[in-house]
């Protein structure tokens, strides 16, 4: 791992069967909550509208830091193709406010499939999403997003107003990633002043490159290029990553078998009971790589991500958790991922202290 501060968090689809999405959510916090208890110093979800996957962050972030105190909420990722940028900000930063500064979002810019729902656009989703996360990084950085010049209605602002984003939550900006999956995105992102972590599908790909390779070198790119735009050190860079130690054979089974599933079914790999088949299959398109998973005895883990140079370079290892699996299977990994592998890596875990913040009277 890169020499920074070491950090831990998981990453998660908070996904449940068809029919039990209460339970799923509910469970989602749990999650976290066990997280936290763990020393983990981030929780990540992933946005999946029209499948049986967390839908609205937002709201379940919100809900989420009302049960934990420390742990870092953060999004992975939120297409912004498909959002209304200041209404997200408004429900942003009202989140922020109500989980004490913890909230994370990370974006991309989005695909166009669901435009038969949300409604097509004059231009490549690629531009239409970043106008709109410009937008929003506007918003949230509390920037005037219209001066009023006629007065309309009976409740309407008076000519000359500026109007922003209320309620503001000072800080939100800097804490704003973004999920890339290419050098030019990446690249892109510390221009913007972007946060950046990385999924474990990468773009653009030259032939013969490994992923590790790969993804070592984006974020040395993206490293390059944050300190020519703003001057200043860059901010800590996030991976995404499957590492499944497994203490005891039938664990070491059960992971060897959702590595063979990722191979033979790629992304579709691991869904829940009713959950959508991806169009992706495990024959990726050209240029495009999937990522290891790193599993078997917890020492042979550890000397496979101790080798892997994506992830040495990184200052956050990210679990991914495999979006099939519940409750337990999950918290038992995020156990043996913290006493095993992750004290290998430098990782210590966070002892802050849990104590609930008390409103003001």
Request: with cysteine; glycine share 10%; hydrophobic share 40%.
């Amino acid at each position: 791992m890169n020499h920074g501060q070491r950090r831990l968090g998981f990453n998660t689809r908070v996904s449940f069967p068809t029919g039990e999405a209460a339970r799923g959510l509910r469970e989602g916090i749990e999650l976290f909550q066990a997280a936290e208890a763990l020393g983990y110093q981030s929780g990540w979800a992933y946005q999946r509208h029209f499948d049986n996957y967390l839908s609205a962050p937002i709201p379940f972030f919100a809900a989420a830091g009302q049960h934990t105190t420390r742990i870092t909420l953060g999004s992975a990722v939120i297409p912004a193709r498909y959002q209304e940028p200041v209404l997200l900000a408004e429900a942003a930063c009202t989140a922020d406010l109500l989980i004490g500064g913890r909230l994370q979002l990370a974006f991309s810019s989005g695909t166009d499939v669901w435009d038969d729902v949300f409604g097509a656009v004059g231009t490549d989703a690629r531009t239409e999403g970043q106008r709109r996360l410009a937008r929003f990084l506007s918003a949230v950085a509390g920037e005037p997003l219209h001066t009023v010049t006629e007065r309309r209605g009976v409740g309407g602002p008076p000519v000359g107003t500026e109007l922003r984003v209320t309620p503001p939550s000072p800080g939100l900006r800097e804490r704003i990633w973004y999920g890339s999956g290419s050098i030019a995105s990446a690249v892109t992102a510390a221009r913007q002043g972007l946060r950046l972590i990385t999924g474990t599908i990468l773009h653009d790909v030259p032939a013969g490159e490994t992923f590790p390779g790969h993804q070592a070198r984006l974020i040395g790119a993206y490293r390059t290029a944050w300190v020519a735009a703003h001057g200043t050190p860059p901010p800590p860079v996030a991976v995404a990553a499957s590492v499944l130690p497994g203490p005891t054979a039938a664990l070491r089974e059960t992971y060897a078998a959702y590595d063979r599933q990722r191979r033979t079914q790629g992304p579709a790999a691991s869904r829940p009971s009713g959950a959508l088949e991806p169009a992706l299959s495990a024959r990726l398109p050209t240029g495009m790589v999937m990522s290891p998973v790193y599993h078997g005895e917890p020492d042979a883990v550890v000397t496979a991500v101790l080798s892997d140079p994506g992830l040495a370079a990184a200052d956050e290892l990210v679990l991914f958790l495999p979006p099939a699996f519940g409750l337990a299977e999950n918290v038992r990994l995020l156990e043996d991922l913290a006493r095993t592998v992750a004290p290998a890596l430098g990782w210590s875990p966070e002892t802050a202290p849990r104590s609930l913040p008390r409103p003001a009277r």
